[in-house]
């Protein structure tokens, strides 16, 4: 599978994908990484990686659609099949989000569909909550919205503070991006009446 990662940061989501395709047995490959923000950290990790890159400023373009059409454009040129989004923080349009029906994995760091949004780890701790984690899902035209491949659960220690609860959730990210995008790269997981079904 050809991959376009879309990013908007620092990207460690991004860096755990591409460890995770270095791997000779892994089914899928890093075609192109698109960022809205020219000084992502994570293009500096693709470029040391050896990945193409393009920055896509949603600030050029005046609406979302065009902003989306300059991407599309962009991924399907270098051959992508399939996309991850990796801390990429826009929200996609409708006509975005159907041409990629399906071929679209999110990363959000909550047990969905609890919490979507920003500020999660601040309202969660504010909610009192005992047990936060993080989630992937194919994308579908709501935000944080769509059928759910991997879910990790992580503990809420007395003490935490967003930011701790922030690197102990993503460390599980780290862990579950790269499996679920192996699931579904293998054709192990089916959509059925928009819950996953794995093989
Ligand atoms: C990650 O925690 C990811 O789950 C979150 O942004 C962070 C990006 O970190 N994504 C969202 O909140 C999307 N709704 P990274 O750039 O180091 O991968």
């Known amino acids: 599978m050809k991959i376009g990662v879309l990013i908007s940061g620092r990207g460690s989501n991004l860096k755990a994908l591409i460890d995770a395709c270095a791997k000779a047995d892994f089914p899928a490959e890093i075609v192109l ?54 801390g990429f923080m826009r929200i996609l349009s409708d006509w975005f989000v159907a041409q990629w029906h399906d071929r679209q994995l999110n990363i959000h760091p909550s047990l969905l569909p609890a919490f979507k949004g920003l500020k999660v780890h601040e309202r969660v701790l504010e909610a009192g ?45 780290h862990g579950i991006y790269p499996e679920a995008l192996r699931l579904v790269a293998e054709g192990r997981v089916r959509i059925v009446d928009e819950r996953t079904v794995i093989r």
């Open 129 to 173: 909550c005992k047990v936060s984690g993080c989630t992937v899902h194919f994308v579908r035209p709501a935000m944080d919205e769509g059928p759910i491949v991997a879910q990790a659960a992580v503990p809420i220690l007395e003490g935490d503070t967003p930011e701790t609860l922030a690197a102990r959730i993503l460390e599980a990210e």
């Open 33 to 86: 990484v698109i960022s809205n923000k020219e000084n992502a950290g994570g293009l500096d990790i693709a470029r040391a990686a050896g990945i193409a890159t393009k920055v896509v400023s949603h600030r050029d373009y005046d609406t979302r659609e065009a902003f989306d059409h300059v991407m599309n454009d962009a991924l399907l040129e270098a051959g992508a099949d399939f996309i991850c989004n990796a």
